[in-house]
């Protein structure tokens, strides 16, 4: 009960805020292509991420079967949140975030995808979809926080290096205008 609250609080409290917070304002400044950028990774992660969390639902062909029993499948949409994590920081992360979560939440509650292969019990299979939750999540705000991190200081470090540049100029130029005759008068 528990994990499934910190679960809630991982994955939907972070999406809250950044619609309450934010709005739509951060997605309006984007230019044109940062935003078919995140179009293209949110439906790259819709489209993995329904594939792997409804195989069966969807009818798994004998192309699809080998990944029926392949092990850890559930992170084959891992990429996709962590591209949207580097290059969207937490709006792409907790977006991405929400997105997966749903469709892993769905599969497992219909009974199928992987977690239901690994283990027939549905409580245990939610288990193991919390457990999914918590490291996908963790990981991708951690990311996340990191990269908005380094643009912080990579911004501060272009401003500080402006200001040296405007000091150097300055005094290039005062030294420039000192009339050393006048001053030793």
Known sequence: DRLGDSSAILV?????????????????????GRRKEAYLCMGLLLLVGSLVFGLEEIGVNTLMSPLMSAQYL?????????????????WGAVTANFLLSLLALMGTLKGVGPFMLQTPFLGQSILLLQMFLAVVTTTSLFLASAVAEREKIEKQLRASLEREKLVAQAAVRVHQSLDLGAIFE
Do not use: D, K
Not at 75 to 89: E, G, I, N, R
């Open 74 to 90: 559930e992170y084959l949409p891992f990429p996709f949140v962590m591209w949207a994590a580097l290059h969207f920081q937490t």
């Open 12 to 32: 939907i409290t972070p999406f809250l805020l950044r619609v309450y917070l934010e709005g739509r304002g951060a997605w309006r400044c984007q230019p044109q």
